[in-house]
């Protein structure tokens, strides 16, 4: 699904549509694919937590700097612009050690019936809040590459290169959610080893902390 209405869909309204409506149309249009789909699985599986409300304003954001670009090169550039800006955001949360994902884990704890204060208290224990800061770290990494890919590929294509630049981006993005979902799933192995040791500890009913 990701790849259809993502990819193909996109890829087929901005090579057949932009003779008909031009660059800059095409561009808006072929987004809107994307848009629906995002939204539909915003709302069936009902995400009103900081993980969908973060997917949503991103969403809004980027359509809304689409729609004031103006032209299709200008599109592009508010594009990396606007990946930068995300950039700083996700840097922000790392530096004040409120790193986005572990409240993106949160939330998924949350679908699976934890209640959310036990799952903060566990993700911020020492040897386990590491890896969201790792993980972190890779969200600032992944919107430095994509912004840069942009910005190199509309240098040497330029608008022309639209429909090259949803394959390559699409592809960077599949590799940098692989290896984040992978750090993810590896977490568990940390947390294994928290409780294991709590087991172990005659103290291990200390206070938890308050966040």
Not at 73 to 94: K, P, S
Not at 135 to 146: D, S, V
Not at 159 to 171: A, C, R, S, T
Not at 182 to 189: A, E, R, S
Request: proline residues 2%; glycine residues 8%; hydrophobic residues 50%.
């Amino acid at each position: 699904m990701d790849v259809i209405f993502y990819i193909a869909v996109p890829y087929l309204i901005w090579e057949y549509g932009r003779d008909v409506v031009g660059d800059y149309a095409a561009i808006l249009v072929s987004s809107v694919p994307g848009i629906v789909y995002t939204c539909y699985r915003f709302f069936a599986e009902k995400q009103f937590n900081i993980t969908g409300l973060f997917i949503l304003g991103s969403l809004v954001l980027d359509n809304v700097a689409d729609i004031l670009s103006g032209s299709a090169e200008g599109t592009l550039r508010n594009d990396i612009y606007l990946g930068l800006f995300f950039v700083i955001i996700h840097l922000f949360a790392f530096i004040i050690k409120r790193p986005f994902s572990l409240y993106f884990a949160v939330d998924f704890a949350y679908m699976l019936g934890y209640k959310r204060k036990d799952s903060l208290w566990l993700y911020f224990q020492k040897g386990i809040f590491k890896w969201f800061q790792i993980i972190q770290l890779c969200f600032i990494i992944r919107g430095l590459f994509m912004a840069g890919l942009t910005a190199f590929l509309l240098q040497r294509y330029s608008v022309d290169g639209y429909g090259k630049m949803l394959i390559y981006k699409q592809v960077l993005g599949w590799f940098f959610s692989i290896l984040i979902t992978g750090l993810f799933i590896y977490i568990n192995i940390p947390i294994q080893k928290f409780f294991e040791s709590r087991l172990d500890s005659p103290e291990g009913n200390e206070k938890k902390q308050q966040f």
